[in-house]
Protein backbone atom coordinates (compact mmCIF):
# COMPACT_ATOMS: atom_id res chain seq x y z
CA UNK A 1 0.00 0.00 0.00
CA UNK A 2 1.30 3.38 -1.02
CA UNK A 3 -0.11 7.01 -0.59
CA UNK A 4 1.02 10.09 -2.27
CA UNK A 5 -0.06 13.56 -0.71
CA UNK A 6 0.79 16.38 -2.34
CA UNK A 7 -0.35 20.22 -2.59
CA UNK A 8 0.69 20.17 1.43
CA UNK A 9 0.77 23.68 2.72
CA UNK A 10 2.75 23.64 6.12
CA UNK A 11 4.97 20.84 7.43
CA UNK A 12 5.39 20.35 10.99
CA UNK A 13 8.17 17.70 11.85
CA UNK A 14 7.75 17.55 15.81
CA UNK A 15 11.37 17.91 15.77
CA UNK A 16 12.32 21.36 18.09
CA UNK A 17 15.56 21.86 16.24
CA UNK A 18 13.64 22.63 12.81
CA UNK A 19 9.90 22.60 13.44
CA UNK A 20 8.78 23.28 9.72
CA UNK A 21 9.75 21.79 6.16
CA UNK A 22 9.20 23.14 3.17
CA UNK A 23 8.03 20.25 1.40
CA UNK A 24 4.96 20.08 -0.96
CA UNK A 25 4.05 16.42 -1.15
CA UNK A 26 5.36 13.12 0.92
CA UNK A 27 5.14 9.79 -0.57
CA UNK A 28 4.20 6.86 2.13
CA UNK A 29 4.67 2.72 1.69
CA UNK A 30 4.16 -0.33 3.96
CA UNK A 31 3.06 2.28 6.82
CA UNK A 32 6.39 4.00 6.51
CA UNK A 33 7.01 7.70 5.60
CA UNK A 34 9.47 7.24 2.66
CA UNK A 35 9.96 10.69 0.90
CA UNK A 36 10.11 14.33 1.91
CA UNK A 37 9.44 16.14 -1.22
CA UNK A 38 8.04 12.94 -3.16
CA UNK A 39 10.00 11.98 -6.19
CA UNK A 40 7.68 9.62 -6.76
CA UNK A 41 4.31 10.32 -8.60
CA UNK A 42 2.52 7.79 -8.80
CA UNK A 43 0.45 5.27 -6.21
CA UNK A 44 -2.89 3.69 -4.58
CA UNK A 45 -4.01 6.41 -2.86
CA UNK A 46 -3.49 9.77 -3.87
CA UNK A 47 -4.60 12.63 -1.25
CA UNK A 48 -4.91 16.31 -2.14
CA UNK A 49 -4.09 18.47 0.51
CA UNK A 50 -5.87 21.71 -0.31
CA UNK A 51 -2.63 23.54 1.58
CA UNK A 52 -3.57 22.10 5.04
CA UNK A 53 -0.55 21.64 7.40
CA UNK A 54 0.83 17.76 7.77
CA UNK A 55 1.93 17.51 11.32
CA UNK A 56 2.53 14.16 13.09
CA UNK A 57 -0.39 12.26 15.12
CA UNK A 58 -0.75 14.20 18.28
CA UNK A 59 0.35 12.00 21.08
CA UNK A 60 -1.54 12.42 24.97
CA UNK A 61 1.40 11.69 27.05
CA UNK A 62 -1.16 11.31 30.13
CA UNK A 63 -4.07 9.08 29.67
CA UNK A 64 -5.11 6.36 32.09
CA UNK A 65 -6.76 3.56 29.80
CA UNK A 66 -8.23 0.57 31.63
CA UNK A 67 -8.83 -2.15 29.01
CA UNK A 68 -10.06 -1.82 25.46
CA UNK A 69 -11.68 1.25 24.27
CA UNK A 70 -14.37 1.68 27.48
CA UNK A 71 -13.37 3.31 30.65
CA UNK A 72 -14.98 3.02 34.05
CA UNK A 73 -14.22 6.51 35.10
CA UNK A 74 -16.43 8.33 33.21
CA UNK A 75 -18.56 4.76 32.03
CA UNK A 76 -17.61 6.02 28.66
CA UNK A 77 -17.32 3.41 25.31
CA UNK A 78 -15.35 4.61 22.54
CA UNK A 79 -13.39 7.00 24.22
CA UNK A 80 -10.10 6.35 22.28
CA UNK A 81 -12.09 6.44 18.64
CA UNK A 82 -13.41 9.38 19.64
CA UNK A 83 -9.56 11.25 20.25
CA UNK A 84 -8.53 9.95 17.47
CA UNK A 85 -11.30 12.51 15.85
CA UNK A 86 -8.83 15.00 18.02
CA UNK A 87 -6.03 14.28 15.95
CA UNK A 88 -4.64 11.64 18.26
CA UNK A 89 -2.85 8.50 17.22
CA UNK A 90 -0.80 7.76 20.48
CA UNK A 91 -1.39 7.74 23.84
CA UNK A 92 0.80 7.26 27.16
CA UNK A 93 -0.86 5.48 29.93
CA UNK A 94 0.26 6.82 33.03
CA UNK A 95 -1.25 3.81 34.90
CA UNK A 96 -4.91 1.55 34.96
CA UNK A 97 -5.83 2.96 38.47
CA UNK A 98 -9.37 3.24 37.46
CA UNK A 99 -10.50 -0.76 37.25
CA UNK A 100 -13.37 -1.32 39.14
CA UNK A 101 -12.43 -2.92 42.36
CA UNK A 102 -8.71 -2.19 41.98
CA UNK A 103 -6.83 -4.19 44.41
CA UNK A 104 -3.86 -3.19 46.11
CA UNK A 105 -1.61 -6.31 46.57
CA UNK A 106 2.02 -6.18 44.77
CA UNK A 107 0.91 -9.42 42.71
CA UNK A 108 -2.23 -7.97 41.56
CA UNK A 109 -0.59 -4.71 40.47
CA UNK A 110 2.00 -6.41 38.77
CA UNK A 111 -0.36 -8.23 36.88
CA UNK A 112 -3.24 -5.24 35.92
CA UNK A 113 0.40 -3.51 34.55
CA UNK A 114 1.14 -6.24 32.20
CA UNK A 115 -2.33 -7.31 30.80
CA UNK A 116 -2.95 -3.45 30.55
CA UNK A 117 0.02 -3.62 28.26
CA UNK A 118 -0.30 -6.63 26.37
CA UNK A 119 -4.16 -6.48 25.75
CA UNK A 120 -3.91 -2.85 24.40
CA UNK A 121 -0.85 -3.62 22.13
CA UNK A 122 -3.03 -6.73 20.86
CA UNK A 123 -5.60 -4.48 19.70
CA UNK A 124 -5.33 -0.71 19.05
CA UNK A 125 -8.64 0.75 20.80
CA UNK A 126 -10.49 3.14 17.91
CA UNK A 127 -7.11 2.73 15.42
CA UNK A 128 -4.68 4.41 18.32
CA UNK A 129 -1.47 2.95 19.87
CA UNK A 130 -2.08 3.15 23.18
CA UNK A 131 0.67 2.31 25.52
CA UNK A 132 -0.65 0.65 27.91
CA UNK A 133 0.75 -1.46 31.20
CA UNK A 134 2.36 1.49 33.52
CA UNK A 135 3.09 0.15 37.22
CA UNK A 136 1.52 1.58 39.82
CA UNK A 137 4.75 1.62 42.60
CA UNK A 138 4.55 0.49 46.13
CA UNK A 139 6.71 0.12 49.22
CA UNK A 140 6.61 -3.55 49.32
CA UNK A 141 8.04 -3.78 45.90
CA UNK A 142 11.11 -5.32 45.05
CA UNK A 143 13.72 -5.80 42.21
CA UNK A 144 12.52 -9.11 41.70
CA UNK A 145 8.92 -7.53 41.16
CA UNK A 146 10.29 -4.65 38.61
CA UNK A 147 12.58 -7.48 36.75
CA UNK A 148 8.93 -9.62 36.58
CA UNK A 149 7.02 -6.75 34.51
CA UNK A 150 9.85 -5.98 32.68
CA UNK A 151 10.11 -9.39 31.59
CA UNK A 152 6.08 -8.90 30.72
CA UNK A 153 6.88 -6.17 28.26
CA UNK A 154 6.26 -3.40 31.29
CA UNK A 155 8.19 0.40 30.35
CA UNK A 156 7.24 2.32 32.84
CA UNK A 157 6.90 2.57 36.34
CA UNK A 158 4.87 5.27 38.33
CA UNK A 159 5.08 7.12 41.81
CA UNK A 160 1.01 7.34 42.48
CA UNK A 161 1.59 8.26 45.71
CA UNK A 162 4.85 8.73 47.86
CA UNK A 163 6.62 5.82 48.85
CA UNK A 164 7.51 6.91 52.58
CA UNK A 165 10.55 4.86 52.50
CA UNK A 166 12.96 6.96 50.70
CA UNK A 167 16.04 4.45 50.12
CA UNK A 168 13.43 2.07 48.74
CA UNK A 169 11.82 4.77 46.50
CA UNK A 170 15.06 5.51 45.55
CA UNK A 171 16.03 1.98 44.62
CA UNK A 172 12.68 1.57 42.46
CA UNK A 173 13.83 4.09 39.96
CA UNK A 174 17.22 2.39 39.98
CA UNK A 175 15.82 -1.17 39.32
CA UNK A 176 14.16 0.23 36.57
CA UNK A 177 16.42 2.03 34.52
CA UNK A 178 18.77 -0.46 34.89
CA UNK A 179 16.31 -1.42 32.91
CA UNK A 180 15.69 1.56 30.43
CA UNK A 181 12.41 1.79 32.20
CA UNK A 182 11.03 5.40 32.41
CA UNK A 183 9.65 6.46 36.13
CA UNK A 184 6.82 9.01 36.47
CA UNK A 185 5.66 10.64 39.54
CA UNK A 186 2.37 12.07 40.19
CA UNK A 187 3.19 15.95 41.24
CA UNK A 188 0.65 17.43 43.69
CA UNK A 189 -2.54 17.24 45.49
CA UNK A 190 -4.20 14.23 46.16
CA UNK A 191 -6.46 13.43 42.83
CA UNK A 192 -8.34 10.46 44.15
CA UNK A 193 -9.02 9.40 47.83
CA UNK A 194 -6.02 7.42 49.24
CA UNK A 195 -3.61 9.04 47.34
CA UNK A 196 -1.14 11.47 48.95
CA UNK A 197 0.51 14.66 47.93
CA UNK A 198 3.93 14.83 46.71
CA UNK A 199 6.45 17.84 46.97
CA UNK A 200 9.35 19.24 45.34
CA UNK A 201 11.63 17.89 47.38
CA UNK A 202 10.83 14.28 47.02
CA UNK A 203 11.29 14.72 43.17
CA UNK A 204 14.64 15.99 43.48
CA UNK A 205 15.31 13.27 46.45
CA UNK A 206 13.97 10.21 44.74
CA UNK A 207 14.94 10.93 41.20
CA UNK A 208 12.33 10.43 38.83
CA UNK A 209 12.18 11.12 34.39
CA UNK A 210 8.84 12.60 34.64
CA UNK A 211 6.64 14.98 37.07
CA UNK A 212 3.56 13.70 35.82
CA UNK A 213 0.94 16.79 35.20
CA UNK A 214 3.59 19.08 36.57
CA UNK A 215 0.06 22.16 36.54
CA UNK A 216 -1.82 19.35 38.94
CA UNK A 217 -3.84 17.09 38.39
CA UNK A 218 -5.53 18.58 39.21
CA UNK A 219 -4.22 20.63 42.11
CA UNK A 220 -0.88 21.58 41.64
CA UNK A 221 2.23 21.89 44.10
CA UNK A 222 2.80 25.50 45.64
CA UNK A 223 4.33 27.91 43.17
CA UNK A 224 7.64 27.78 44.73
CA UNK A 225 7.49 24.48 44.30
CA UNK A 226 6.77 24.17 40.76
CA UNK A 227 9.80 26.45 40.10
CA UNK A 228 11.91 24.45 42.11
CA UNK A 229 11.54 21.69 39.81
CA UNK A 230 11.76 23.84 36.20
CA UNK A 231 15.07 25.35 37.56
CA UNK A 232 16.75 22.40 40.12
CA UNK A 233 16.24 19.45 38.05
CA UNK A 234 15.84 18.03 34.57
CA UNK A 235 12.78 16.53 35.14
CA UNK A 236 10.17 16.13 32.42
CA UNK A 237 7.63 18.44 32.50
CA UNK A 238 4.10 17.24 31.58
CA UNK A 239 1.25 19.69 31.27
CA UNK A 240 -2.13 18.63 31.22
CA UNK A 241 -5.35 19.83 30.13
CA UNK A 242 -6.72 18.09 33.63
CA UNK A 243 -4.63 20.81 35.32
CA UNK A 244 -4.18 24.35 36.18
CA UNK A 245 -3.73 26.21 32.79
CA UNK A 246 -2.02 29.28 34.39
CA UNK A 247 0.86 27.53 36.55
CA UNK A 248 0.60 25.63 32.80
CA UNK A 249 1.63 28.69 31.12
CA UNK A 250 4.30 29.64 34.03
CA UNK A 251 6.06 26.13 33.41
CA UNK A 252 6.23 26.93 29.49
CA UNK A 253 7.33 30.12 30.04
CA UNK A 254 10.40 29.29 32.11
CA UNK A 255 11.41 26.56 30.17
CA UNK A 256 10.98 28.18 27.22
CA UNK A 257 13.32 31.63 28.71
CA UNK A 258 15.77 28.53 29.55
CA UNK A 259 16.02 27.34 26.20
CA UNK A 260 14.46 24.29 27.61
CA UNK A 261 11.52 23.19 25.87
CA UNK A 262 12.75 20.06 25.11
CA UNK A 263 11.60 19.14 28.34
CA UNK A 264 7.87 19.80 28.02
CA UNK A 265 5.41 17.15 26.51
CA UNK A 266 2.01 17.43 26.32
CA UNK A 267 -1.22 15.07 27.31
CA UNK A 268 -4.74 15.51 29.39
CA UNK A 269 -4.50 13.59 32.35
CA UNK A 270 -7.91 11.92 31.19
CA UNK A 271 -10.40 10.30 31.29
CA UNK A 272 -10.65 11.38 34.70
CA UNK A 273 -12.75 13.62 37.25
CA UNK A 274 -12.62 16.26 34.47
CA UNK A 275 -13.88 13.67 32.13
CA UNK A 276 -13.19 12.42 28.42
CA UNK A 277 -11.89 15.69 26.64
CA UNK A 278 -11.38 14.30 22.61
CA UNK A 279 -9.73 17.38 21.82
CA UNK A 280 -7.90 17.85 24.81
CA UNK A 281 -4.67 18.04 23.40
CA UNK A 282 -5.33 20.51 20.78
CA UNK A 283 -7.47 22.32 23.67
CA UNK A 284 -3.94 22.72 25.76
CA UNK A 285 -1.93 23.36 22.71
CA UNK A 286 -3.95 26.47 21.71
CA UNK A 287 -4.35 27.47 25.42
CA UNK A 288 -0.49 27.55 25.64
CA UNK A 289 -0.19 29.37 22.10
CA UNK A 290 -2.56 31.91 22.77
CA UNK A 291 -1.38 32.45 26.25
CA UNK A 292 2.68 32.61 25.50
CA UNK A 293 5.21 34.08 23.09
CA UNK A 294 6.05 30.10 22.28
CA UNK A 295 5.58 29.57 18.48
CA UNK A 296 2.75 27.19 17.28
CA UNK A 297 5.48 25.18 15.37
CA UNK A 298 6.76 24.31 18.53
CA UNK A 299 3.97 23.50 20.71
CA UNK A 300 2.81 21.07 18.24
CA UNK A 301 6.25 19.25 18.98
CA UNK A 302 5.73 19.28 22.37
CA UNK A 303 2.46 17.56 21.73
CA UNK A 304 4.55 14.84 19.31
CA UNK A 305 7.92 14.40 18.93
CA UNK A 306 9.11 15.69 22.49
CA UNK A 307 6.95 12.95 24.43
CA UNK A 308 7.86 10.24 21.80
CA UNK A 309 11.99 11.03 22.60
CA UNK A 310 10.63 11.27 26.48
CA UNK A 311 9.09 7.60 26.18
CA UNK A 312 11.67 6.05 23.15
CA UNK A 313 8.77 5.79 20.89
CA UNK A 314 9.27 5.39 17.08
CA UNK A 315 6.58 8.33 16.13
CA UNK A 316 5.80 11.55 16.39
CA UNK A 317 8.11 12.89 14.03
CA UNK A 318 7.91 13.20 10.41
CA UNK A 319 11.09 11.88 9.29
CA UNK A 320 12.06 9.23 6.22
CA UNK A 321 11.50 5.52 7.82
CA UNK A 322 9.25 6.36 10.69
CA UNK A 323 5.34 4.99 11.14
CA UNK A 324 2.96 7.30 8.57
CA UNK A 325 0.77 8.46 11.66
CA UNK A 326 -0.18 11.97 11.01
CA UNK A 327 -2.62 14.71 10.88
CA UNK A 328 -3.81 17.12 8.20
CA UNK A 329 -5.03 20.59 10.05
CA UNK A 330 -6.68 23.44 8.67
CA UNK A 331 -7.92 26.98 9.95
CA UNK A 332 -11.40 26.34 11.23
CA UNK A 333 -14.17 27.58 8.96
CA UNK A 334 -15.55 30.89 10.21
CA UNK A 335 -12.21 31.75 12.14
CA UNK A 336 -9.92 35.05 10.70
CA UNK A 337 -6.81 32.52 10.74
CA UNK A 338 -5.61 31.34 7.35
CA UNK A 339 -3.21 28.42 8.47
CA UNK A 340 -3.77 25.87 11.40
CA UNK A 341 -0.67 27.47 12.82
CA UNK A 342 -2.36 30.55 12.31
CA UNK A 343 -5.28 29.35 14.10
CA UNK A 344 -3.02 27.82 17.03
CA UNK A 345 -1.23 31.58 17.53
CA UNK A 346 -4.39 33.08 17.66
CA UNK A 347 -5.47 30.34 20.59
CA UNK A 348 -8.13 29.27 18.61
CA UNK A 349 -7.72 25.47 17.93
CA UNK A 350 -7.52 23.88 14.46
CA UNK A 351 -9.91 21.84 12.49
CA UNK A 352 -8.62 18.48 12.24
CA UNK A 353 -9.65 16.56 8.23
CA UNK A 354 -7.32 13.90 8.35
CA UNK A 355 -5.87 10.93 10.71
CA UNK A 356 -3.50 8.29 9.38
CA UNK A 357 -2.28 5.62 11.14
CA UNK A 358 0.19 3.38 9.66
CA UNK A 359 -0.39 5.47 6.88
CA UNK A 360 -4.22 4.19 6.51
CA UNK A 361 -6.89 6.93 6.36
CA UNK A 362 -8.82 6.46 9.75
CA UNK A 363 -10.43 9.92 9.42
CA UNK A 364 -11.58 11.58 6.75
CA UNK A 365 -12.90 14.67 8.15
CA UNK A 366 -12.89 14.92 11.99
CA UNK A 367 -16.85 14.01 13.65
CA UNK A 368 -15.43 16.26 16.85
CA UNK A 369 -13.15 19.66 15.33
CA UNK A 370 -15.30 22.33 13.29
CA UNK A 371 -14.51 21.84 9.72
CA UNK A 372 -11.95 23.10 7.96
CA UNK A 373 -11.99 25.63 5.54
CA UNK A 374 -10.43 23.74 2.44
CA UNK A 375 -10.40 19.91 2.77
CA UNK A 376 -8.36 17.20 1.55
CA UNK A 377 -9.69 15.21 -1.55
CA UNK A 378 -8.62 11.23 -0.85
CA UNK A 379 -8.41 9.17 -4.40
CA UNK A 380 -8.13 5.19 -3.77
CA UNK A 381 -7.06 4.32 -7.97
ZN1 LIG B 1 -3.00 11.05 35.84
Known sequence: ?????????????????????????????????????????????????????????????HVHPVFGDYTPRQRTLGWCESYLHGGITSMISNGEPHLPGRPDDVESAKSLATLARKSLANERPGGVKVRGGT??????????DVE??????????????????????RNLVAWGHERDMIVLMHCGGTSLPGVKSTDAEMFVD???DIAAHVNGGPTPVPDDEVAKLVTETDIVLDLVLAGNQRVAVDVLEMAADRDELD?????????????????????????LCGMTEVAPEEILCLATGTTARHHGLDTG????????????????????????????????????DAVLVDGDVLVDGSRNTAPAKTTATIDQS
Open 1 to 61: MSTLVTNLGRVVTGRLEEPVIDVESVYLEDGEIRELGATTTTADETIDASGLTLTPGLIDS
Open 135 to 144: LILDGEMTEA
Open 148 to 169: DVHQEGVERLKFLMPVEDRERA
Open 206 to 208: VGP
Open 263 to 287: RVQLGTDTPSGTGVTPLGVLLEAAT
Open 317 to 352: RIETGRPADLTLMGPPKGSQAETALEALDAGTYPAI
